[in-house]
Every structure is written in C-alpha cells, then in structure tokens.
C-alpha cells in the first residue's frame, strides 16, 4: 500500500515557488511528484530548476497580477499540462512596504489588486475544472499576521513594523479559503490555508541577529522556523493524509500564536 | 537534525492511550503501519488482544499495557517499563476517555467520576510523559479532542433517535485545547511539542447511527459526510513525525468542513 501521504502520479502547481518558502516546497515536490509547475517571477522559476537539478519541474512566468489575463492563460496552461491534483499558492506576499503613517490609499488598494483578487480568480478557475473531475487540493498560504498584529516593539528603528496591507491581505486569504472551502466542499474540492509564524529569509537571519532573537523570544519553541518545516505542512494537506480536512488554517509558528 | 520533510514513524517509540474504540482500533492499526514500535496503553489486555495479535501477525510491532490513567503510579510504572524496554519515548496520542455521563440531568457524582479520567487522568498523562520527554529533549504529545471542543452542539440533530450529548464531554474536550496551548508554552524550550486533533463526527460501521441523524450530520459537513476513523489517523501521524516540526499548541480539526462555515 503506498502511503497516506504519496504523492506519485499526481501534478501539483506551485505559484511563487521560487522563493524562501516556495523553493522548498518545489524541491521536494520534484522528488515526489509525477510533475511539478513552478511559477514565479520571469527566470527565477529556471534559475531554481537550475540550481537544485529538478528534473520534474516545468519552470514558468505567470503574470498573476494581470487579474483580466488570467482566466486565458490558466486555460492555456491546463490545455497544456491538464487539470492539476494540486495547487499551492504562495505567490501574494506582497505589501507598499511602508509606515503606517505615510501609506497611501491607492497604495493599500494596490495590495489587495495584487494579492487578493488574483487569488481568487486563479482559486476559482482551478476549482471549477477540479470540480469535473470530483477531487483535488488547493493549499494557499496566510501568515500569523493576519491572526495576530506584529508587535511594534520588535521592530526596532530602522526596520519598520511588518505592513498593514500586508496582514489586512492575509487576513482576507484566511476567510477566502474558508469561503471557498465551504462553496467547493461539495464537489471533493479542499482548500486549506498554511499560516506560517516567522521564517526569516537566511539573509535576514544574518544580517539582523538582535530581530531574530526577538522574534525566537515571541514563540514556545524559543527559535524561528526554517525553510524544510514548511515542506510536512504543505504535503500533509496536499495529500489524503488530509482527505477529511478542509477549510482549515493549518498554524506553522512555533507556538507564536498559543499565548 | 531531524529530517522535517519526513512523515515516517519508523524508528520511533510511540504509547498511545486508548485503543479499544472506533477511532482508538483505527489509530492502532494505522499506527502500527507506520513502522513505530506502538504501545496501547488501555484498561483492559483482553479487548486489545485480537487486535494486537493480527496488526503482529502483518509484522507490526504493537505492545499492550494494562493501564490505570486514574492512577499515578500506574502511569509512572508504564513510563519506566517502556523507557527500560525501548529506551525511549517520542510520542504519545492521549485517546483514552471516559463516558460515564449521559445527561444534564444525571447525578454531580457521575460528573467527578467523568472528570477523574477525562481531566486529571488526561493532566496526569501528559504531565508523566511531557516531563520525559522534556528530559531526552524531544518528543510529540497529540491530544484528541473533537468539535464539541470547538462548537457547542446543535442538539436537532439528536431528535427522534436515542443518541445523547453529555455536558462533561464539552467541558473536556474545550479544556483539552487551552491545556494543549499552555503546555505548548510550557514544553516548548524543551523540545517537545504538543497538539490537538479535533475529529467531527465518526461513522461505525459495526454498529451504524440512526439513519436520520446520519443524514442531518452529512448536511453539517462540506464534505457532505461523516469521517471514516482511519481518516483522522493522517493527521495523527503528521503531528507526531518530524514534518511538522515547526508546530506546537495547534489544533487541527478532521471535520470535513464542519467548523469552517
């Protein structure tokens, strides 16, 4: 009997899967799978598949801030590759990056024309081909900040306060996934979210020792999350290990979030 | 380090407490197929064995131990004989409970004796082997709670059949999830972390619920269905392997749905 959580003979799409986080999930997705899409910026997908020697990675730009484009080429795309088992999408972590106090409206609304609406186009043209054919997983990913506020104190001057676009957007991932969850249920369609505590890039880890301490301090574990524990997550809902969890926002922390 | 994209127990000591029931046989049996070196902690040898003895027979390695949860001494004495046996204890999924209440109505010594188990019992365990685990500096606790440690109950659902819902059980099971958070806090520096799985509704089908209350439930999920018990097994093993080594005091529901809308 092959495991709960195999992942063999199945297709699965991975949106900003080039990044800290994404990278990981595509590596070893790209061992596991039948076939892996990766998408990211234009060539940092190839540079990856470059890097790391995948072999069952099809590199890609997809423009997912072209909400009206999308639809036509997420069609070519399934005309291509067929209708994935699978879908991670990673790609929204996008803010202004700036104060509260100099933010400005439209600046806030870009947030959300990059990061929400996309999201839900790309969610629902997927769902609905999944739901011909009866199954399939979509995995997006929130952040502890659209649970919790960040705690301003830790960011100490220079390094301003992680964004309020930021987490009023993740915020908005948590409920879209339960909405779509809830709608797609029906159908054999799961969708589920990854919330992620603090995994500062290795950079970050390098250049700010102080930052990290703090934010270690902040969780039960006393340390921040690297990269490969957001693999087990992603996998776990991915998979039929998860056959009967859906709507849920699997929290990755390190126990930032239980006190 | 340990590899945190591995959902293999294979290798690992695991006790877990519980195993006569629905879901208890489920996690047994799913358990043992992970490779673990699995312990059933259990009151009662005899309604195990059987069990036992086909997951041995498919060349599992599945162990029982009569034991009282109720009792201090007995779980100290399950914890040395393991250690001294298996050197070790990486996980335990605390499944045991108690349900000797059956109504509102029901007398306040039925409700101590619920408590005796399902609380203290349940405090006592994870307490016994949290501190071991602390001391070899690693291990996962998986507690098993349900959606009636999240959601009160809708009790239309129960009209008509003779299925009952006891007020104990919500206190419990609530008390189970801020306990795991606390001792997600407390555990953490040690390197051991704890979590909760909350399953919905179970179906059994040895011996199915009443047809219209099957029926209501399916329309409570988005799933459209009760779980099967080997379903919350997935999750089970998620937790206590080293792929969600970045995970304490969370819980995951295994509800179809049931608590998302």
Redesign the interface.
């Known amino acids: 009997m092959k495991p709960w959580h195999s992942l063999e003979e199945k297709t699965i799409w991975v949106t900003g899967g080039a990044g800290y986080l994404g990278s990981a999930i595509t590596t070893e997705l790209d061992s596991q799978c039948r076939k892996v899409l990766c998408f990211d910026l234009p060539g940092r997908a190839n540079v990856l598949v470059e890097e790391k020697q995948l072999t069952r990675t099809v590199p890609l730009a997809l423009d997912l801030n072209d909400a009206a484009g999308l639809p036509n080429a997420l069609a070519a795309l399934i005309a291509t590759h067929g209708v994935p088992d699978g879908v991670v999408h990673l790609v929204t972590a996008s803010s202004a990056g700036k104060r509260l106090e100099q933010l400005l409206p439209e600046e806030f609304q870009r947030t959300f024309d990059l990061g929400l609406t996309p999201t839900f186009v790309l969610c629902r043209a997927i769902a609905e081909k999944m739901k011909a054919r009866g199954s399939g997983s979509i995995v997006l990913f929130s952040s502890m900040y659209g649970v919790v506020s960040p705690d301003p104190r830790i960011y100490r001057d220079p390094m301003a306060p992680n964004p309020i676009d930021y987490g009023a957007s993740k915020a908005a991932i948590l409920q879209l996934s339960r909405y779509l969850a809830v709608h797609y249920g029906p159908s054999g369609v799961r969708f589920n979210c990854v919330t992620p505590g603090p995994f500062p890039n290795p950079a970050v880890q390098k250049a700010h020792p102080g930052f990290i301490a703090d934010l270690s301090q902040k969780t039960a574990l006393h340390r921040v999350g690297q990269n490969p524990e957001i693999i087990g997550p992603t996998l776990f809902l991915l998979t039929d290990s998860a056959s009967f969890v859906t709507g849920h926002s699997l929290v990755v922390d390190g126990g930032w979030t239980i006190w | 380090m340990a590899d945190?994209?591995?959902?293999s127990l294979h290798g690992k000591v695991v006790i877990q407490f519980g195993g006569t029931g629905l879901l208890g046989r489920a996690l047994v049996a799913e358990l043992a197929?992970t490779g673990c070196t699995l312990v059933v902690a259990s009151r009662n040898r005899a309604s195990l064995e059987s069990l036992a003895d086909k997951e041995r027979k498919a060349g599992r390695t599945v162990l029982i131990e009569e034991t009282d949860i109720g009792s201090e001494t007995s779980l100290s004495s399950l914890r040395d004989r393991v250690v001294e046996k298996h050197g070790r204890v990486d996980g335990i999924v605390f499944n045991a409970v108690s349900r000797p209440m059956r109504a509102m109505t029901d007398d306040l010594a039925i409700w101590r004796q619920s408590m005796e188990t399902n609380a203290t019992g349940f405090f006592s365990t994870v307490r016994t082997f949290g501190d071991a685990m602390a001391r070899q500096r690693s291990g996962s606790i998986v507690n098993i709670s349900s959606i009636y440690g999240m959601v009160g109950s809708n009790l239309s659902l129960y009209a008509g059949t003779n299925m009952t819902v006891s007020p104990d059980y919500f206190f419990h099971k609530g008390g189970m999830l801020n306990l795991t958070?606390y001792l997600?806090?407390h555990y953490?520096?040690h390197?051991v972390?704890v979590n909760v799985v909350s399953p919905?509704g179970i179906y059994n089908p040895d011996a199915p619920q009443a047809p219209e209350f099957i029926e209501r439930y399916n329309r409570l999920?988005?799933?459209?269905r009760m779980?099967?018990a080997r379903?919350?097994?997935?999750?089970v093993?998620?937790l206590l392997?080293?792929?969600?080594?970045?995970?304490?005091?969370?819980n995951?529901?295994?509800?179809?749905?049931h608590?998302?809308?």
Request: hydrophobic content about 35%.
């Open positions: 945190s994209t591995s959902f197929a958070r997600g806090s953490g520096p390197g972390r919905g999920t988005m799933l459209g779980a099967e379903e919350v097994a997935g999750a093993i998620f392997s080293d792929a969600s080594s970045y995970i304490t005091g969370a995951i529901p295994v509800d179809g749905g608590t998302a809308k």
